[in-house]
């Protein structure tokens, strides 16, 4: 996304003032996912939100809609969304977004099809794994889906970035490593087939860098090792944890306690095959870029001006990764550069020891609101339903606790791109989702961020001062919806920062736009053409959103747009 026209981001970027938070004293007492499962579906326009594992697939009929291509069709708005406000009404639409990875188990269009109903906002595509043409059979996928058939999943593309990982197992899906069986990590390249317990190592300073006695950390730790001994190219290791050796797993070394820094510290964020496949990405229009292993905010601007030169027109968000030591230390001005970020859980629990992770990620959630980025919670979030059908309780748990925080996404990873049950996955985010999210409001149980102003030029204080009002006088008079008429997406991201109780109809020329606030909390996005008459706006988009069964007289809405400073209060007629 280009500085000019900025989405998500500030117009200007300078320091901002430190926050204050004002915490709400309890937030306890998550009501039982389990009970959610097996209740009966809920009658249309009631507040009771009983979405089950299985209806997901009810949600939305597939029926083949000709009228949805762009050129034809006047107001768009993907299934989902309209099933959901058409089933449970306004105030139970889900507000958390969600990213599904999509890999091996998820690749064909009939499985991304059964996501995109299932309420998938965005599409990850992780570049560490295949290659740029099965990728672009995924992409073409996804338009397909979204011209075609009313939907708008952006596209994600996360890059490899140059973190040290495991070569490619000889084409094996996963190996197992026995405790105190010993393994050879190795700089060497196989001409054929590795020998038996043998593994590639992508960093060439491997070798050199590890210490007998070292710890390998495999994965984040699913996997551990202890350095036994070093022979020239060959690091001889003892499994110390059993596990489950994946293809490409990211490998880590702890020595006394501490992560070894600086064995990679001088490999580049971004690499020559990142710069291959950020080319491949703008040419394919993907929505975000998210930056693997990001250290510091010059990287950011130097991607973000790379993609302003190379596609001036296409806005093209960054998402910076936040895993790493280094990005900890320059949260702020990472995400002050990003037009959002990733909290990836993963790779941070293999960094900083893993009690230290929670609160990382309540800070870069918190931060990101302050700063108007949308934020993304990754990994391990229902780890557990690669293998099985259902969540482990403590998933839940910490599903609910990412929702209450009211986190803008939450992500599946291994569970929707190589698991056994990606759609049952995505169903089981959902249903938490909505019942957190509902249980929140109706207790109050919502944190309270005090938020200070990010606007630094006065036209942009007034849409701020706008939205933040629109905002609270939605939540004062209980209204349904708060509609925002916006070209660039501004104004619909101050809105959503405000997470008020409603949720927000935007209304944005742009397929692109449309696409990005996908991303963002509580927005569900609309493609119109609007114009500068915002009583003609009004009165077209009421008449469009009856005729789709999604609004009805007496339905009460406050709306706002870039055009015009001022807030309406409106009875839909
Ligand atoms: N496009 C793909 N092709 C093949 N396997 C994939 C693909 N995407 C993901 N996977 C599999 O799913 C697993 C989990 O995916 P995920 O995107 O979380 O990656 P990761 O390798 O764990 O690391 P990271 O997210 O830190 O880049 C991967 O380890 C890999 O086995
Ligand atoms: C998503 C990711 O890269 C991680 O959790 O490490
Ligand atoms: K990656
Ligand atoms: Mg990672």
């Not at 996928?141 to 058939?149: A, P, R, S, T, Y």
């Not at 999943?153 to 197992?169: C, K, R, V």
């Not at 590890?210 to 690091?235: A, S």
């Not at 109809?505 to 397929?511: I, L, N, Q, V």
Request: hydrophobic fraction near 40%; charged fraction near 25%.
């Amino acid at each position: 996304m280009s500085q000019s026209s900025t989405t998500f981001s500030l117009l200007n970027p300078t320091k901002i003032t430190p926050f204050k938070l004002l915490l709400r004293p309890t937030f306890s007492r998550y009501p039982s996912i389990t009970a959610v499962r097996s209740e009966p579906k809920s009658t249309p326009h009631s507040n009771n939100l009983n979405l089950t594992v299985a209806e997901s697939q009810l949600i939305s009929p597939v029926i083949p809609e000709s009228s949805y291509s762009s050129s034809s069709s006047i107001l768009e708005v993907d299934r989902v969304s309209s099933s959901e406000i058409k089933e449970n009404g306004f105030r139970s639409t889900r507000r958390t977004k969600l990213v599904c990875t999509i890999g091996p188990s998820s690749c064909d269009f009939e499985t991304i099809e059964g996501l995109a109903r299932g309420g998938m906002n965005v599409a990850r595509l992780n570049m560490c794994h295949n290659t740029r043409e099965w990728h672009k059979v995924v992409i073409e996928h996804v338009k397909k889906l979204n011209e075609e058939m009313g939907f708008a999943i952006a596209i994600l593309m996360d890059t490899q970035g140059s973190e040290i990982h495991m070569g490619d197992l000889d084409g094996a899906s996963s190996v197992k490593a026995e405790d105190g069986s010993i393994w050879t990590f190795s700089i060497r390249t196989f001409d054929a087939s590795h020998p038996e317990r043998t593994i590639s190592v992508s960093y060439d300073g491997f070798a050199e860098d590890v210490k007998v006695g070292d710890e390998l950390l495999v994965d984040g730790g699913m996997v551990r090792f202890e350095v036994v001994d070093k022979i020239g190219p060959d690091v001889k290791c003892l499994c110390t944890d059993p596990g489950l050796l994946l293809p490409r797993a990211n490998l880590a070394l702890w020595r006394k306690g501490r992560l070894v820094q600086q064995h990679n510290s001088m490999l580049p964020t971004i690499t020559s095959q990142d710069w291959l496949d950020i080319d491949f990405a703008i040419a394919e229009g993907v929505d975000f870029i998210a930056l693997s292993f990001v250290r510091s905010a010059d990287t950011i601007n130097h991607l973000r001006s790379y993609i302003a030169a190379r596609s001036p027109n296409r806005d093209v968000a960054v998402i910076a990764k936040i895993e790493s030591v280094d990005s900890l230390k320059n949260l702020e001005e990472i995400i002050q550069a990003s037009d959002g970020a990733m909290v990836a859980r993963g790779d941070m629990g293999s960094q900083i020891p893993l009690e230290q992770v929670p609160f990382a990620q309540q800070k870069i959630v918190q931060l990101c609101r302050q700063l108007n980025k949308p934020v993304i919670v990754a990994s391990q979030l229902l780890e557990s339903m690669i293998e099985y059908p259902i969540p482990t309780r403590a998933e839940v748990a910490d599903v609910s606790e990412a929702v209450r925080q009211q986190a803008d996404a939450l992500m599946l990873s291994g569970e929707s791109a190589m698991g056994l049950f990606p759609d049952k996955a995505l169903a089981v985010l959902r249903s938490v989702s909505l019942r957190i999210e509902k249980r929140c409001r109706e207790d109050n149980l919502n944190e309270e961020l005090e938020l200070t102003s990010i606007s630094t030029s006065f036209p942009d204080v007034i849409k701020e001062e706008i939205c933040s009002s629109a905002a609270k006088i939605a939540s004062r008079l209980q209204v349904d919806a708060l509609f925002v008429y916006t070209t660039d997406g501004q104004m619909a991201s101050l809105l959503s920062r405000w997470r008020p109780d409603c949720p927000v109809f935007a209304f944005t020329p742009t397929a692109s736009v449309r696409k990005q606030l996908n991303l963002l909390w509580g927005l569900i996005p609309f493609r119109l053409n609007f114009s500068e008459d915002m009583d003609s706006n009004l009165n077209r988009t009421f008449s469009l959103l009856k005729i789709k069964d999604m609004i009805k007289s007496g339905d009460r809405i406050v709306a706002v747009s870039d055009m015009l400073q001022s807030i309406q209060v409106r009875t839909v007629p």
